[in-house]
Nanobody, 117 residues
Framework: QVQLVESGGGLVQPGESLRLSCAASGFIFSVYTMGWYRQAPGKQRELVATKTNFGSTNYAAALKDRFTISRDSAENTVYLQMNNLRPEDTAVYLC???????????WGQGTQVTVSS
């Protein structure tokens, strides 16, 4: 059974940092591109960042200076380090896995990040 379980969200003040985690199970982690997306109320889901097992990364251009994606193959976990958070970063952050060859993909349930003073 495939599971993507996010954690680490919460309420923070502008300028603070958070690290999100996504624990993956039920599939071969190494053959999947792992990523983070986010969806704010009333807006479309948007890419935050992805990372392959080979280390290739892709970021939303507006976020690459503040956000860093990483993955730990030993723990089957992908992380998103978010620094200098802004109110406009408020969203549900969702973990995503896509098989590089077949395109089969999975989504986590999401974790809420709220940036407010």
């Amino acid at each position: 059974q495939v599971q993507l379980v996010e954690s680490g969200g919460g309420l923070v003040q502008p300028g603070e940092s958070l690290r999100l985690s996504c624990a993956a199970s039920g599939f071969i982690f190494s053959v999947y591109t792992m990523g983070w997306y986010r969806q704010a109320p009333g807006k479309q889901r948007e890419l935050v960042a992805t990372k392959t097992n080979f280390g290739s990364t892709n970021y939303a251009a507006a976020l690459k200076d503040r956000f860093t994606i990483s993955r730990d193959s030993a723990e089957n976990t992908v992380y998103l380090q978010m620094n200098n958070l802004r109110p406009e970063d408020t969203a549900v952050y969702l973990c995503h896995a896509r098989a590089r060859v077949t395109g089969q993909d999975y989504w986590g349930q999401g974790t809420q990040v709220t940036v407010s003073s």
